[in-house]
């Protein structure tokens, strides 16, 4: 029975503000087939019965990061997330919390656009070196010390699933910390301290209270909650070598 098909039904959040001020949800009776993830369900609709429906997606396999949804109250990538897996349905399809709504399942995600620079996710030398002195060569083990952190997608699974972002949206978030994290565990960086100005401040690594849902629902096991809590360790080790500093009185 190969190509057979099933219909499930999708309960699609919708909010088209230059129609109808509020949202709502529309029902689309979709037929799928065996193998289909939810975005192959959304995009069925999309093409054949509603063109107007809006939402991210692009590789359709797990490395763009841009079709994160909350599917039956989960944050996931719909390009990951087997329609078999949720039956008999109804399907559930909202955007990611936390985020404005621009548009049917599309978030604003320029509040992240916004933090990322703040902690400077690129490698920081202390001095440049010249273009002739060739590449700064690696250890298979220098590169595993901050592979982990080096697989985020930017997803915003991990910002949706945060119930500290939704209550505190100044706390720059896990995707940013980890990816801190990323460049500080680095060996040819040297820019540890200027992130940690940044980080030890108010609504760095100290509004996390490590719900650890962040790391849940990572779906490239970056394990941002992870990043977080040796954060908080660096910093509270730095804040005890700044008290044994010579010149210091207690
Ligand atoms: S840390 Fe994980 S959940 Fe968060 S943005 Fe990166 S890949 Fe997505
Ligand atoms: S479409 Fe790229 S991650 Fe899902």
């Not at 719909?78 to 349905?89: F, N, S």
């Not at 990611?96 to 320029?110: E, K, Q, S």
């Not at 005890?240 to 500093?245: A, D, T, V």
């Amino acid at each position: 029975m190969e190509n057979a098909v099933d219909t499930v039904t999708l309960k699609v959040f919708r909010y088209r503000p230059e129609t109808a001020p509020e949202p709502e949800y529309e029902t689309f009776e979709v037929p799928y087939q065996e193998d289909w993830m939810v975005l192959d369900a959304l995009n069925h609709v999309k093409d054949e019965m509603d063109g107007s429906l809006s939402y991210r997606w692009s590789c359709r396999m797990g490395v763009c990061g841009s079709c994160g949804m909350t599917v039956n109250g989960e944050p996931v990538l719909t390009c990951a997330t087997y329609i078999e897996d949720l039956l008999p349905g109804p399907i559930r399809i909202d955007p990611l919390r936390g985020f404005p709504v621009i548009r049917d399942l599309v978030g604003d995600l320029g509040d992240f656009m916004a933090k990322l620079p703040r902690v400077k996710p690129w490698i920081i030398r202390k001095e440049e070196e010249p273009l002739d002195a060739g590449e700064t060569l690696q250890t298979p083990e220098e590169v595993g010390a901050f592979r982990q952190y080096s697989m985020c997608i930017n997803c915003m699974l991990c910002y949706a699933a945060c119930p500290i972002y939704e209550m505190e949206p100044d706390f720059i978030g896990p995707a940013a910390i980890a990816l801190a994290q990323r460049y500080n565990l680095d060996s040819r960086d040297h820019g540890a301290d200027e992130r940690m100005d940044v980080l030890s401040r108010k609504h760095g690594v100290w509004d996390c209270t490590f719900v650890g849902e962040c790391s849940v629902v990572c779906p490239k096991d970056v394990d941002p909650a992870g990043a977080i809590q040796r954060y908080k360790v660096t910093a509270t080790m730095d804040w005890f070598r700044s008290l044994l500093r010579p010149g210091r009185s207690g």
